[in-house]
Nanobody, 115 residues
Framework: QVQLVESGGGLVQPGGSLRLSCAAS????????MGWYRQAPGKQRELVAT???????NYTDSVKGRFTISRDNAKNTVSLQMNSLKPEDTAVYYC?????????WGQGTQVTVSS
């Protein structure tokens, strides 16, 4: 069955870095668009970054220049490098796979930015 397993979350001080990874299985990873979303307490889930099957990327304005999304089709993984983290980046981060009407979600990984 389809599985998306996130890892790499944790507690980091403002200005620090984290790298999130998502390991995918159970579907043809290379043809899916992949993305990272986040949900902060009391807020709706929002898009952070996406990467198409051919590597085109898109970022929400608040993370441009700080976050980088990448994918490795040989390893069926998608990563999110997060630099210059801010307290407002604190959220549960979710991995998403999407292709036309199909959409799959991971369980999420907590990122907390605090001193």
């Amino acid at each position: 069955q389809v599985q998306l397993v996130e890892s790499g979350g944790g507690l980091v001080q403002p200005g620090g870095s984290l790298r999130l990874s998502c390991a995918a299985s159970g579907f043809i990873f290379s043809i899916y668009g992949m993305g990272w979303y986040r949900q902060a307490p009391g807020k709706q889930r929002e898009l952070v970054a996406t990467i198409t099957s051919v590597g085109s990327t898109n970022y929400t304005d608040s993370v441009k220049g700080r976050f980088t999304i990448s994918r490795d089709n040989a390893k069926n993984t998608v990563s999110l490098q997060m630099n210059s983290l801010k307290p407002e980046d604190t959220a549960v981060y979710y991995c998403n796979a999407a292709l036309r009407y199909k959409s799959y979600w991971g369980q999420g990984t907590q990122v907390t930015v605090s001193s």
